[in-house]
T-cell receptor
Framework: AQTVTQSQPEMSVQEAETVTLSCTYDTSENNYYLFWYKQPPSRQMILVIRQEAYKQQNATENRFSVNFQKAAKSFSLKISDSQLGDTAMYFCAFGGSGTYKYIFGTGTRLKVLA | DGGITQSPKYLFRKEGQNVTLSCEQNLNHDAMYWYRQDPGQGLRLIYYSQIVNDFQKGDIAEGYSVSREKKESFPLTVTSAQKNPTAFYLC???????????????FGPGTRLTVL
């Protein structure tokens, strides 16, 4: 069975600094998707970034980028130039090819400090 | 605007009552999902539906029921058999962006259910 582990329950970062959130996963599949979602205090789940496992190039979306290490089964999220609006819970999620089921990590609560 | 709507935003239930949470999407997505979120935990899958008139149990389906009579709608009923229903409920949908079965899930704003 697939698992997703986020080992950092809480993190903080100064505004304008860079922070990296960790995520590891376990799967025997070769084709799958990985996601980072943001859940601000409003509790709306917002897609931050997505990575297809067959792509070697790391995904980037503006200030957000990932470090995808397939062999190590690691999928970390880097937030550059942190902003106060980045304060939220961040969830890592795994989606296996051929299945509709996602597996979510327990989340990392990120606080950006002014 | 395309998106997913959930109603109500807040819902209160008395002991022994069934309540229904609404989820509607106009993204033309085939698949829809219901998740439960408890404090300090990730999302747990209750039910999902790949197509109209078909749905599958997730990891915590006991005490819940769903229907999928229309592509756009996937209501969730929390029955009196669910002993601890106080939680935040999220609906999601996903579509095909060119092939693979699993695709990006987009979420509604959620419903907070409280048992009185």
């Amino acid at each position: 069975a697939q698992t997703v582990t986020q080992s950092q329950p809480e993190m903080s970062v100064q505004e304008a600094e860079t922070v990296t959130l960790s995520c590891t996963y376990d799967t025997s599949e070769n084709n799958y998707y990985l996601f980072w979602y943001k859940q601000p205090p409003s509790r709306q789940m917002i897609l931050v970034i997505r990575q297809e496992a067959y792509k070697q190039q790391n995904a980037t979306e503006n200030r957000f980028s990932v470090n995808f290490q397939k062999a190590a089964k690691s999928f970390s999220l880097k937030i550059s130039d942190s902003q106060l609006g980045d304060t939220a819970m961040y969830f890592c999620a795994f989606g296996g090819s051929g299945t509709y089921k996602y597996i979510f990590g327990t989340g990392t609560r990120l606080k950006v400090l002014a | 605007d395309g998106g997913i709507t959930q109603s109500p935003k807040y819902l209160f239930r008395k002991e022994g009552q069934n309540v229904t949470l609404s989820c509607e999407q106009n993204l033309n997505h085939d698949a829809m999902y219901w998740y439960r979120q408890d404090p300090g935990q990730g999302l747990r899958l209750i039910y999902y539906s790949q197509i109209v008139n078909d749905f599958q149990k997730g990891d915590i389906a006991e005490g819940y029921s769903v229907s999928r009579e229309k592509k756009e709608s996937f209501p969730l009923t929390v029955t009196s058999a669910q002993k601890n229903p106080t939680a935040f409920y999220l609906c999601a949908s996903s579509g095909f962006e060119g092939g693979p079965s699993t695709d990006t899930q987009y979420f509604g704003p959620g419903t907070r259910l409280t048992v009185l």
